[in-house]
T-cell receptor, first 117, second 108 residues
Framework: GAVVSQHPSWVICKSGTSVKIECRSLDFQATTMFWYRQFPKQSLMLMATSNEGSKATYEQGVEKDKFLINHASLTLSTLTVTSAHPEDSSFYIC?????????????FGEGSRLTVL | KNEVEQSPQNLTAQEGEFITINCSYSVGISALHWLQQHPGGGIVSLFMLSSGKKKHGRLIATINIQEKHSSLHITASHPRDSAVYICAVSYNFNKFYFGSGTKLNVKP
């Protein structure tokens, strides 16, 4: 089946630094990728929709200057948490939808746990 | 905005029991997804439904479009089925709303 890889799976950083998380579709092309955030014991919250070659679409309440999304190719989207603060500590997950030959099914990455000290 | 409600929030079962998790939504959708999240956090897409019923191994998912309701069934449950099961609905496959999840614990 289709595989989506996220990297890193966990990261610890100091407050004020920036952290980049990568989401790759390994065996299919994905015009659209999605970024989610999950707080402990809560469900997923869609942060933004990442479109290859264009600007991401952010959900209401999500700061686009804080969470920079770049979708440079059909297999890679990146989320950069800029000037991270402890309240940004969370579990970040991406998903991708196959561009061609797919049924619209989503494939999820393993997630990246960010801890900001 | 679509409201997605799941029940129960927590479920404990003995190995071998038949399990049902329910999901209701308030607005018409293009598809409904059942997801499984293990303690480590990784998510696996179990089913995507637009209508009817799908079966994969011991898992069965049904959806009733008129009633805006879906169920996920697990037959002959096993401890390895212990996970959080999440219902998600989508519009045109681009907008997603997630239920709060059902935490399943299957005891041996």
């Amino acid at each position: 089946g289709a595989v989506v890889s996220q990297h890193p799976s966990w990261v610890i950083c100091k407050s004020g630094t920036s952290v980049k998380i990568e989401c790759r579709s390994l065996d299919f092309q994905a015009t659209t990728m999605f970024w989610y955030r999950q707080f402990p014991k809560q469900s997923l919250m869609l942060m933004a929709t990442s479109n290859e070659g264009s600007k991401a679409t952010y959900e209401q309440g999500v700061e686009k200057d804080k969470f920079l999304i770049n979708h440079a190719s059909l297999t890679l989207s990146t989320l950069t948490v800029t000037s991270a603060h402890p309240e940004d500590s969370s579990f970040y997950i991406c998903s991708a939808r196959r561009t061609q030959g797919g049924t619209g099914e989503l494939f999820f990455g393993e997630g990246s746990r960010l801890t900001v000290l | 905005k679509n409201e997605v409600e799941q029940s129960p929030q927590n479920l404990t079962a003995q190995e071998g029991e038949f399990i049902t998790i329910n999901c209701s939504y308030s607005v018409g959708i293009s598809a409904l997804h059942w997801l499984q999240q293990h303690p480590g956090g990784g998510i696996v897409s179990l089913f995507m439904l637009s209508s009817g019923k799908k079966k994969h191994g011991r898992l069965i998912a049904t959806i009733n479009i008129q009633e805006k309701h879906s169920s996920l069934h697990i037959t002959a449950s096993h401890p390895r089925d212990s996970a959080v099961y999440i219902c998600a609905v989508s519009y045109n496959f681009n907008k997603f709303y997630f239920g709060s999840g059902t935490k399943l614990n299957v005891k041996p």
